[in-house]
């Protein structure tokens, strides 16, 4: 592979011009920086399939400018230099998200080597995005896959939802499927012919974050040599969907109320206001009116964000569908990759079953797709699936999570019993109606869901 845009990052400018020489000849696309100012300026206004960073820059740490570059672009590959006496830190670097490490000075075969491993593990990984992205089909409901009760629900919600043009946001823990469901109610609306901008959750600083959402203006850094156009420009017409909501800065918070109240934004560093006819869906796995309580997330965006809240349950309390998700996965995964795999093994179902899947549907996802890469038969065994030995302690629940799925399951079938009938629930169970209803509101259960039987919506899709 050749023509491949490489950043290298060394305070030494012979070291610099020996390897920008060498990755020129081999008809490389080469970045040269000394220090990590100058690093994160052009992964700000570039793309980079790799990162070359030396371990001992005079003024910084090179493991924590590896570190920050990561958080920041968690694809890209990075090699460290080190010299002989720092293998033990260059390890530590491996350890912390490096692909390799080279010693100097070093033969230019070896650094070839090196380089060509990383950009092969580099479009092996995007490679594995496209076939996930295959697998993915964010225009439709069918994508949903479901029949738990509350994710019907939900879908209910998300219907008609999506004829409007309110602002939503998504509750639930990591892994649940928050994207999926931001982009079932962009494609289903009035803007479905408009963009799609997702912006993930992020450590980076505060004023990369901004920039990345709200653009630049020329010159307001020495590196910002041209303006920059800002996500929430790209969405115009559309939607942007901002995971991890409760993470933003007191300043990103008022921006953001700013956008929703006015429906403008200031690009950084200038003073004119643009704007924006963007429809906002935020998403977060933390508790934001305990935020809000707490005095870490502004009350006022709170009020803003939350007019249509959407609560995903964790896979763990939908048990019923993790065969469903797991058949569906495993389908498109033989198709990408050419197995014939038609299905699994008893042991390997129940094992799934009995599992809490802390990082649910994803979770599950990278699981079959890991099984089906490595099964040599026509099933998938237990031991496809589970091949660490962390996995099976967590197949035994503590006490306090038996406890809540005992709890939600012995109300939801009062309820269904009753028809929804609260009252009749609580003679049932020889409690008083108090009790129920604290269960109720403590596992956000509508007993209206009940009067008429399980919900449907969509008859005849799969659904979440």
């Given at each position: 592979?050749?023509g491949?845009?490489i950043?290298v990052?060394?305070d030494?400018?012979?070291?610099l ?13 080469v970045?040269?920086a000394?220090?990590g ?6 992964l ?7 990162a ?14 590896m ?22 830190s260059?390890?530590e ?25 990383a ?28 029949k738990?009760?509350?994710m019907?629900?939900?879908l ?8 409007t ?17 931001a ?22 600083p505060?004023?990369l ?12 850094r ?6 920059k ?9 559309g939607?942007i969907?901002l ?6 800065s ?8 700013r ?10 560093g200038g ?13 977060s ?23 249509v809240?959407i609560?995903i349950p ?16 495993m ?7 050419k ?14 079953l009995?599992?809490?899947w ?19 038969k ?13 996995t ?10 038996a406890?809540?799925?005992f ?21 049932m ?5 108090a ?30």
């Open positions: 592979m050749s491949e845009k950043l990052i060394d030494d400018a012979n070291i011009e020996v390897i920008r020489m060498r990755l020129k000849a081999w008809g490389y696309y970045t040269i000394k220090d100012l100058e690093a994160k300026a052009a700000s206004n570039s793309d980079f399939n790799l070359i960073i030396d371990l001992r820059l005079s003024e910084e740490n090179g493991i924590e400018l570190e920050e570059i990561i958080r920041c672009h968690p694809n890209l590959p990075v090699i460290i230099l080190t010299a002989h006496g720092t293998i033990e260059a390890v670097a491996m350890t912390k998200g490096a692909y390799s490490y080279i010693t100097k000075p070093f033969h230019n075969e070896d650094l070839l080597l090196h380089i060509k491993n950009l092969e593990k580099h479009y092996l990984t995007k490679e594995i995005e496209h076939l996930r992205s295959q697998l993915e089909d964010r225009h439709d409901f069918k994508q949903i896959i479901g738990d009760k509350r019907q629900k939900i209910e919600q998300v219907s008609w939802i999506a004829k043009d309110c602002t939503v946001s998504l509750y639930g823990e990591s892994g649940t499927g928050k994207e999926l469901i982009g079932a109610i962009h494609h289903n609306s009035n803007r479905s012919k408009g963009p799609f901008i997702v912006k993930n959750g992020s450590v980076a505060e004023d974050v901004e920039d990345e959402l709200f653009g630049h203006v020329r010159g307001v020495a590196d910002a040599r041209d303006k156009e800002g996500l929430f420009v790209q969405a115009d017409g939607t969907f995971d991890e909501i409760g993470n933003a007191p300043s990103l918070q008022a921006k953001l109320l956008i929703l109240q006015e429906g403008v934004i200031t690009p950084v003073v004119k206001s643009v704007k924006v006819n963007v429809r906002v869906i935020v998403a796995n933390m508790d934001l009116q305990k935020a809000v309580n707490d005095g870490t997330f502004r009350k006022d965006l709170f009020y803003k964000i939350n007019v809240p609560y964790p896979l763990r309390e939908r048990r019923d569908d993790i065969p469903l998700l797991a058949a569906y996965f389908t498109g995964f033989c198709k990408v990759l197995k014939d795999i038609i299905g699994f093994t008893p042991a390997a179902i129940q094992r799934m009995v599992y809490d802390p990082g649910n549907v994803r979770e599950l996802q990278n699981k079959v797709e890991h099984a089906v890469i490595m099964a040599n026509n099933v998938i065994a237990t031991d496809d699936i589970f091949t660490g030995a962390n099976l302690k967590n197949t035994f629940n503590s006490y306090k999570d406890k809540e799925r709890e939600r399951e012995y109300i939801e079938n009062l309820l269904k019993i009753t028809k929804g009938n609260v009252s009749s629930a609580s003679k169970a020889k409690r008083y109606r009790d129920i209803y604290k269960l109720i509101k403590k596992y956000r259960i509508d007993p209206e869901n009940y009067k008429n039987g399980l919900i449907t919506v969509n008859s005849g899709r799969d659904c979440v």
